[in-house]
């Protein structure tokens, strides 16, 4: 029976289910199949700390969320249109966001009254009216999945087991995604095992059939490839990224790259990343902690290295001291902070940019650090360049603050051209660059470049160029250990200078702001920039000019961005903190910037900042409850 | 002079003869008349030349105390880094540099207080650091408190009623921690320091040194029972490789294994000559060098064993990262960056 089409300009879908239940592999493989099929897509995977937290419970929901269209989206999307809930914990934690008339596909099997005591369900919202508003299909995922697999020589556990398949294939028929690339994924996965994978692919194509032959769905959904700028693509991760982003620009530099790490989610997957590319010149050194990470990444970078840390927030508070270490040898070394909720352990799993007052001044004495901030999954590997770009070129560590939300989340990336990639290449000192009193050729180790105030890298087995450094104050010129008080004001001075003057190597802050008319701006940094997007794009379909700017670097901030500021007459910060970039902002333009602020581990609802901005505007404010970024593209 | 040290057959070798002067810096030393490190400087310094490398593959590094000003003094690659993170700091650049003789110098309260998670892990890993510990049982450069290594009841500026932690025994500590090559010697001999010295670079992975460094002003005579010319030979056990272990005057004591396992100190004319204990530090057993370790009196010091404690072989941490990265092939070429970009799944967007 041939089934009706329906054309879709875009579609969010939420699997949820328990941690075991495989809801990031089922959304993972979606997602690669919409990648291929050429949409756009944004997700957000949203998972408990714990491994695998008391099963059925609300605190043990892990769930997956895409957001795929047929044109450029900027977010995951702020409600699904459809939810996948494996049992009533997905249910009940996810329900609530769902958009109305949504469509909910339910594992029945879970559902018994054991099941829904547990997460308080009075009675079976499958069997009351609770659920009236929605497009309810209710479908005993597990026993179908036993019931195709009761061939298969093997436990019924493991058929089971395989329920995460069969859902995957019953929404690949339901949106019209490819399943090939699924099939090689678990040839590969499963290829020890032969009737585990033979299983899990019967198990995807019963979904599959499911959908095609019962009349459980009247419709199947189309959702048109979208019309990116041209080029070749694939879908990306931030961690992803960001390795990639390091090993480029190790590369590009000529030298080695050097990770020296200790495992802290979200961060730990560039470690794991990095270190399957040695050819690459790559060596990782999982430390026996976060200072001794930094400190062989440092160590690394004093022999030639280029030197990276990765941590989240409660990392960075253990490598301070090392980092202001850093600051006083004035070398190059990169610091990657994927941000998390904290304080101290605080949320692990999810996404916060509450790090960026302490990546600013989170060290003793004044010990300016240059930081960097990608916007998106795919940017966090141009991002890793230019750390690396900036700490080789001024011999200064420098921080890149990314966060959970990019770091777990994908979208489409044009893969750039190797050959288009940034010249990094270094030099090393080999030769003494001054004289003594009597003539006689000398080399002096804080003798600065009077251009960018960097001083020589002139790394151990260069003869003659012998000279030590350290911590203590040291005398301008020489590098030796000098408290002289006017050296110290002039050193203090001078540190803050080489950081202040990168103002000048990185481009200007850009505005956006299709009509030049916009009076308010918003500015973001970091991971906000998708949900600043989307919302300033409602706000404009809304009939109100406004005027998006996003900064990349944080410190030093781009020249004009001062006259950016002033140009405005109110400015929104919208961030995932207390105010953290308002306070920057406030502090050095003397500009009476808002923030708009929100800390729940997740990114922000574009919907929500619409409803910010649109506040902050002179006329008359619409109805918002029928603005979604989807219904005004 | 110069030998030839499979350890150092990364590290290039100069033709040129180099003395002790060749490895003093321009910078005035500033540590208190009298103190310790004096000695061991001269010691370095005297013996750098003997390994017949060139200067500039030579780095130390150190941490914060008296001891780890030591780098400045050194016409080496040197760097002078924060309070215990010098271990941290020496992997990174050895492992990263295979051509450096990589130097680490700190002191008790650097290594086994604020430092000790980096030294035990330095040591399991066998990362190639030739690791001094100068061990003065004191705080130096902050005026006077206790160290991890102080007696029992110290009384200091932090701990007027006495202190109550009960010390670390570094070369216990490092021989429980797996270190391939431990050992003891005096600050004051320089012949035995120089000949340990020697033992440690031709070493390959960590090879920890504690020396017993005298600090005049605030522990002055800290170790004088194996100082004093008059009574030190009774108390001070030299460890020998494949000797009997004897000492005492003129060798009337010795150490034994008892039936029941444990090493014990015998009147040598209480047993048979061939009851001694044959000290042998490749044993691949640490268990003998640490009952050697644990013999000494610590109010008396009496039967303080010095020398190499244990000298086995294991591969370094550094040569089997190195085997690695040559194990995973030819260096990547640029069409090689292009495919990890690319990844398995692409489309493409005209």
Sequence with gaps: MAKERTRRSDVIIRFAGDSGDGMQLTGDRFTSAT???????????????????????????????????????????????????MNPAALKANIGDLARGGTIIVNTDEFTKRALQKVGYDSDPLADDSLASYSLHAIPLTSLTVGALESFDITKKEAERAKNMFALG????????????????????????????????????????????????????????????????RNITGNVALSYGLVAAARCSGLGLFLGSYPITPASDILHELSRHKRFGVTTFQAEDE???????????????????????PGLALKSETLGLAVALELPLVVIDVQRGGPSTGLPTKTEQADLLQAMFG???????????????????????????????????????????????????RIPDVADLPDLTVSFTTEPNDTDADGNPVFQPFLRDPQTLARPWAVPGTAGLEHRIGGIEKADVTGAISYDPANHDHMVRTRQAKVDGIAADIPPLVVDDPTGEADVLVLGWGSTYGPIAAACRMVREAGHPVAQAHLRHLNPFPANTGDVLRRYRRVIIPEMNLGQLSLLIRGTFLVDARPVTQVRGLPFRS????????????????????????SLT | MTTDIPALELVPRTDEK??????????????????????????????????????????????????????????????HSIHGRAPAIATGLSVSRPDLSVWVITGDGDALSIGGNHLIHALRRNVNLKILLFNNRIYGLTKGQYSPTSEVGKITKSTPLGSLDYPFNPVSLALGAEATFVART???????????????????????????????????????????????????????????????????????????????????????????????????????????????????????????????????????????????????????LTALLQGPDTWTVV
């Design chain 1, 363 to 413: 060290r003793n004495g004044e010990a300016p650090v240059p930081i960097v901030a990608p916007q998106s999954p795919g940017d966090c590997f141009f991002a890793a360049l230019e750390a690396v770009r900036i700490a080789t070129k001024y011999r200064t560590p420098v921080l890149l603050l990314s966060d959970g939300y990019l770091a777990n989340g994908a979208e489409p990336w």
């Design chain 2, 18 to 79: 180099q003395s002790a002067k060749d490895f003093k810096s321009d910078q005035e030393v500033r540590w208190c008349p009298g103190c310790g490190d004096y000695a061991i400087l001269a010691a370095v310094q005297g013996f750098l030349p003997s390994l017949g490398l060139k200067r500039e593959n030579i780095v130390f590094v150190s941490g914060i105390g008296c001891s780890s000003r030591f780098p400045y003094y050194l016409d080496t690659y040197g760097v």
């Design chain 1, 170 to 233: 019953l929404l690949s028929w339901l949106y019209h995604r490819p399943m090939d690339q699924t099939k090689v994924f678990l040839t590969e996965k499963f290829g020890k095992k032969p009737e585990i994978l033979a299983a899990n692919l019967a198990a995807l194509e019963a979904g599959w059939s499911f959908g095609e032959t019962t009349e459980t769905f009247e419709v199947q959904y189309e959702v048109r490839p979208a019309a990116l700028p041209g080029g070749t693509y």
């Design chain 1, 35 to 85: 990648a291929s099929f050429g949409n756009d897509l944004s997700t957000l995977p949203d998972f408990p700390a714990e491994i695998r937290a008391p099963a059925g419970t609300l605190p043990g929901v892990s769930a997956f969320q895409i957001h795929f269209a047929d044109h450029d989206i900027m977010t995951p999307g702020d409600a699904p249109d459809v939810l996948v809930a």
């Design chain 1, 291 to 313: 200072i001794a990470g930094i400190g062989a990444a440092l160590g690394a970078a004093y022999g030639g290295a280029i030197g990276v840390t990765t941590t989240s927030g």
């Design chain 2, 186 to 336: 005096i600050d004051s001999d320089r012949k035995h320091l120089t000949s340990v010295l020697a033992q440690a670079a031709a070493h390959e992975g960590a090879a920890l040194v504690e020396i017993y460094q005298n600090c005049n002003i605030f522990n002055d005579g800290a170790f004088e029972p194996l100082k004093d010319a008059g009574i030190r030979d009774e108390h001070l056990i030299r460890l020998e490789a494949g000797q009997p272990i004897r000492f005492g005057v003129d060798g009337h004591r010795g150490v034994v294994r008892g039936s029941d396992g444990q090493v014990r100190v015998v009147e040598v004319a209480d047993v048979a000559e061939s009851d001694l204990l044959v000290h042998q530090p490749g044993a691949d057993d640490p268990g003998v060098a640490f009952a050697l370790s644990r013999l000494v009196d610590p109010e008396t010091l009496d039967k303080t064993a010095i020398g190499v404690f244990r000298d086995v072989a294991r591969p370094s941490y550094d040569r089997q990262v190195r085997e690695q990265l040559a194990a995973a092939g030819e260096p990547a070429s640029s069409e090689d």
């Design chain 1, 607 to 630: 919907e929500d900042l619409a409803e910010a901005i649109l506040a902050e505007m002179p006329a008359e404010q619409p109805d918002m409850s029928t603005l979604t970024e989807e």
